[in-house]
Every structure is written in C-alpha cells, then in structure tokens.
C-alpha cells in the first residue's frame, strides 16, 4: 500500500469515528432536550370525561416511569375540533400531540366543511385504549334481551326513544349504526352531555342508550338500567354474563370506540415509533392495565400503521352511515 493510499484510508477511518461519537453523544442529548421542553399533550373535552381521564393516566405513568415531562391541556370547543386545528398547525417535532376519541373521524363524516384532514394533516401514533359500549334499556320497557327489544321496535316504529350526549357523539352514532343492522326505527333525543342523557335513561324519559360501560356499570349491576348486550367482538370481564350484540340477535353489529395520539403530519417517524413504544409499555404495565380495565377499556397499545388503518375504516363506515341514514350536523 503507498504512503498517499494509507493516508488516505486513515482520514476515512478517523472520520467515521468522528461521526460515530458525534452521533452517540446527539441521540441522548436530543431525548433530554425533548424531556426538557416537555410533551403537550391535548385534549379537546373538558377535564373530568373519559378521554381526559386516560390522556392524564397515560401523563402520570410517562412522567413516573419514563423520566418524560407530559401535560395534559384541555382545549375544548366544537367536538374537539378546536384541538384538532391546534395541534395540526403545531410544530412538527413531538412536542405538541393530539389525544382524542373516535369523534376525529366521526366529525369529519359529519361535517366535510372542518377546517383539517383527519388522515392527511395528521401522524397516527397508536390506538391508546378501545372503550367498550352497552346496550341498555330502562326496566319499565319490560324487554330482558336484544330479540325482544328489537321486536318491539319493529312493533311500535319511531315510537321508542334513545339518548345521546349530542348529534355526532359516540353514543348517537353508535345508536344510528345500530338501528342500520337492526332496520329499526328509534327516535334519537339528543341531550348535552353523557350526564343529561343518562339522567333521563334512568327516569325512563328515553329507552334506550348505547353507552360507555364505565358511565353505565354501577347503574347496571343496581339493576336501575338493563344491559342487552356488549358492543365489542368479545365479552367482557366485567359483565362476563352478557351478550355481544351479534351473539344476541344483531348479527354484524360492532363498535368499540377508541382513544389515541396523533402527531401533526411530517413528525419524523423515530419520534412516532418511541412515544409509541413508551405508551404501549405504559399501558402493559400491570397497575395501569388493571385501571384501564376497571373503567371499561382494554388496552390496545397498536402500531402507527395499524392505528392509520383503524382510521381509515372508520372514516369510511361513519361517511357511509351518515349518508345512508340522512344524518345532519348540527
């Protein structure tokens, strides 16, 4: 080897080993960075719902386990769209993060006048948790089973009545979609709030509500409220004794509505994978999953592709069950 080849070669090796030190000394630095200047985590409901309670879990685990700085903030207003638009137009470094239910794509079936994109202007992280809905009926209406009550809304067309927390909400468009599999006709009673309507389930004002398990549980083992079935593709721990609604008499029929992070569009997908892969550990972890459970949601945990696929089938069947049943944005 001549002298010019070796030096030659030695300038190559010594600045490898400069790209390798100054590389292995730029990763941690930019995880503590990111730490320092704290994760904002946004919701876009008021403190004290469901969505809010996971999202501050999920804050309070990442903070004690993974030395993370997340916050949780509260920017209500529109159905979330208000939060939507924040954190679309937000930097797109992992700092500014969208934490939200299926309403992101139930508001845009809605409405396709929303000033976003709910697949293009966003960077799906993960299905967080997937909530687990029941449907329940009043004891007054005298029905014990899914059969029954649809047999009688078929009997009495628009004459029974269900509650929502709104038009748009989970609890109306879980209602609508059944009435699709059922052909059924009830009539919807949009009220504000999951509060007002379970107030007036369980005055027997309406008979009817498909709603979150862990609003409806205490009412249901008191046996104020009836449980007919399970809205999700298997039984659940906590009510173990009832039905889905396929296994009841709808055959089809399921909803599970989830909660989970999205990133503005173009954060770079390293910083996608770790906050995955640290909230995917967080809600494995024993403590967490058990409260999880308890509250009436099983931890999911997903990949950002298959969260992205989760949103694309779900904008695709809330477009198709607006259209279809006339469903209008109010």
């Given amino acids: 080897m001549s002298k010019a080849v070796y030096r030659h070669h030695r300038l190559i090796v010594t600045a490898l080993i400069v790209l390798a030190t100054v590389l292995g000394k730029t990763a941690p630095s930019f995880a503590q960075s990111d730490r320092a200047q704290g994760i904002r985590i946004i919701v876009g409901f008021a403190p004290g719902g469901g969505v809010d309670l996971v999202a501050r879990l999920i804050a309070q685990d990442l903070n004690s386990n993974f030395g993370a700085s997340a916050v949780v903030e509260n920017i209500s207003g529109a159905g979330g769209n208000i939060a939507a638009?924040?954190?679309?137009?937000?930097?797109?470094?992992?700092?500014?993060?969208?934490?939200?239910?299926?309403?992101?794509t139930m508001n845009a079936a809605l409405d396709a006048g929303i000033p976003y994109d709910p697949i293009r202007d966003f960077a799906p992280i993960t299905e967080v948790v997937k909530g687990v809905s029941v449907i329940a009926v009043h004891p007054s209406l005298g029905v014990k089973s899914l059969v029954q009550f649809v047999a009688l809304a078929k009997q009495k067309p628009g004459q029974l009545f269900y509650g929502s927390g709104g038009t748009g909400t989970i609890s109306h468009m879980a209602a609508e979609l059944l009435k699709s599999y059922a052909k059924i006709d009830v009539t919807h009673v949009p009220y504000k709030g999951a509060g007002p309507y379970t107030a007036a389930m369980l005055s027997g004002e309406v008979q009817l509500a498909v709603t979150g398990l862990s609003t409806s549980l205490p009412h249901i083992r008191s046996g104020k409220l009836i449980a007919l079935a399970v809205t999700t593709r298997q039984r659940v721990d906590s009510l173990p004794e009832i039905p889905t609604a396929d296994e009841a008499g709808v055959p089809g029929y399921e909803y599970g509505f989830w909660s989970g992070f999205f990133a503005p569009a173009g954060t770079p997908s390293a910083i996608v994978q770790r906050f995955r892969d640290q909230v995917a550990?967080?809600?494995?972890?024993?403590?967490?999953?058990?409260?999880?459970?308890?509250?009436?949601?099983?931890?999911?945990?997903?990949?950002p592709q298959e969260f992205a696929a989760l949103v694309k089938t779900d904008l695709q069947t809330w477009t198709v069950l607006v259209k279809n049943m006339g469903i209008k944005a109010q």
Wanted: glycine share 10%; hydrophobic share 45%; no cysteine.
């Fill in 281 to 303: 550990a967080a809600i494995a972890t024993p403590g967490l999953a058990a409260r999880l459970k308890s509250d009436g949601y099983i931890p999911v945990g997903s990949t």
């Fill in 85 to 104: 638009v924040t954190v679309a137009k937000a930097p797109a470094n992992g700092r500014t993060l969208l934490f939200v239910s299926s309403a992101h």
